[in-house]
Every structure is written in structure tokens, then in C-alpha cells.
């Protein structure tokens, strides 16, 4: 399994979703031909996961994850042939990775938009606090690892992820609504 999670403390318990597992671990800058390189020569029968921050352009890297701002998208639209000649074994976790992959026409399992950072809960208007958002997405995580490694198909982890959901909170039904499979 390739596992792209650019290191930043806002992500870190998407760790979750790899650790202990036998994976390369790119968490550091890479060019976009380095990239290219890696996608390009993962089987088709290894997961890709991609997490961390980002936006429909792709997934985001920052060299100091206590400024604000990001320094580069480090998978993107030049990724992309790669990323959809690998077929449907994607995880994609990160903000709007479902419009990235809608746009470049990937198949997997994406998030849209998930509330991870106070600044992200304001702009939504999700109510929240910071001791909630921790647990909240440490248990999200973990969730959704429990589902990849029992091998539930991607394509029934959306709804069982809703299912999981035990709080109801304002933020636990945004994130939990924001999984999609196509």
C-alpha cells in the first residue's frame, strides 16, 4: 500500500488509518515528477491512500504546519492519469477530495468536506469545540479503519460510516455525511 499523508498536526490521527499495516509512507515534499514516479509504479492491487488537507485542486503539503497556508499541492491534476489508471482501490481522505476526484474522473472512496480545525467548524457553521473535535475525529479514523481492514467493500463504507455515527452531534453528522464512493 502507498500512503500519501504530508506530515501536519491538524491530520495526524488519519495515521490511524495505516499504522501498524505494511505501507510505503511518503509524508515529506516530493516533486510532482517524484510523484508521478510513485503512483505510476503501484500495482493496481495496492491501496492508494491520500490524506491530509487539500481542496478539489488535489492534496495539499506545507514544509511548517504552525503557519497558516500550504506550500504546494503535492498530488494533483498532473497525477491524475495515474491515480485513474490504478482503478477503484483509492482512499482519499481530505477536504473536497470528492470534487479533486469527480473532476478527474477517479473512482474510490472520497471524503468531501470534513471539519477538522476550529477555523473549518466556524466557517460551516458547525458547532463544536476543540476537546470534541479530537475525540470526535480520533474515532472517525478509527472507525473507518475498522471497516478497511475487516475488507468491507469501499463502496458500502459510506453508509456504514452514517451508521456508526453514535453522538449525532452537529459534527459528527457532518463528517459522517461527507463519505462517498464512486
Known amino acids: 500500500m502507498l ?3 504530508p506530515k501536519d498536526k491538524t491530520t495526524a490521527m488519519l495515521s490511524a488509518l495505516y499504522e501498524g499495516l505494511e505501507a ?3 509524508d515529506d515534499r516530493r516533486s510532482t515528477k517524484e510523484m508521478g514516479h510513485l ?5 493496481t492491487q495496492e491501496r492508494i491512500m ?6 478539489d485542486k488535489g ?3 506545507r514544509a511548517d504546519d504552525s503557519k497558516e497556508g500550504f506550500d504546494k499541492v503535492i498530488v494533483g491534476h498532473p497525477h491524475a492519469y495515474h491515480l485513474r489508471k490504478h482503478g477503484g482501490n483509492i482512499v482519499a481522505v481530505w477536504c473536497n477530495a470528492d470534487q479533486f476526484a469527480r473532476a478527474e474522473g477517479l473512482h474510490g472512496l ?4 470534513i471539519v477538522s480545525e476550529l477555523n473549518e467548524a466556524l466557517l460551516y457553521q458547525v458547532e463544536t469545540t476543540q476537546e470534541e ?3 470526535e475525529n480520533v474515532k472517525l479514523a478509527r472507525r473507518l479503519r475498522a471497516l478497511l481492514d475487516k475488507r468491507i467493500p469501499l463502496s458500502e463504507i459510506p453508509k456504514r460510516m452514517l451508521a456508526m455515527d453514535d453522538v449525532h452531534s452537529p459534527l459528527t453528522t457532518f463528517n459522517y455525511n461527507k463519505f462517498f464512493y464512486f
Open 50 to 55: 491520500l490524506l491530509g488537507h487539500g481542496s
Open 110 to 113: 472520497f471524503t468531501g468536506m
Open 3 to 5: 500512503v500519501i499523508h
Open 39 to 43: 503512483l505510476h509504479h503501484v500495482s
Open 59 to 61: 492534496l495539499f503539503y
Open 133 to 135: 473535535l479530537d475525540r
Open 24 to 26: 510505503q509512507v511518503v
